[in-house]
């Protein structure tokens, strides 16, 4: 069972920013892009941002401009840093080990919640 452990939820409000962490184990980390998912009430889970293993990263468009993924390979640990944050971004966010656009494991999913 590989454990994705994700930390740096909360609540903020509009206009905040937090950072989100997910640390993995070093065999799955090392070898794999990783991505960060989010999930809203009543909503579908969707893709937010992706970094490949060599740190090429793409972006949902509703969150271009105002999130940056990031990785640390020496940690094994993917952030993602929210700026700007809105009230549309409240959400469960999840983060996963991913090939290609499929998600092979995943994190517990922290809450964030953004206030207006």
């Known amino acids: 069972q590989v454990q994705l452990v994700e930390s740096g939820g909360g609540l903020v409000q509009a206009g905040g920013s937090l950072r989100l962490s997910c640390a993995a184990p070093?065999?799955?980390?090392?070898?794999?892009?990783m991505a960060w998912y989010r999930q809203a009430p009543g909503e579908q889970r969707e893709l937010v941002a992706r970094?490949?293993?060599?740190?090429?990263?793409a972006y949902a468009d509703s969150v271009k401009g105002r999130f940056t993924i990031s990785r640390d390979n020496t940690k094994n640990t993917v952030y993602l840093q929210m700026n700007s944050l809105k009230p549309e971004d409240t959400a469960v966010y999840y983060c996963?080990?991913?090939?290609?656009?499929?998600?092979?494991?995943w994190g517990q999913g922290t809450q964030v919640t953004v206030s207006s």
């Open positions: 996963a080990v991913v090939t290609g656009l499929t998600p092979h494991y």
């Open positions: 970094i490949s293993s060599a740190g090429w990263t």
């Open positions: 070093r065999s799955i980390f090392s070898i794999n892009a």
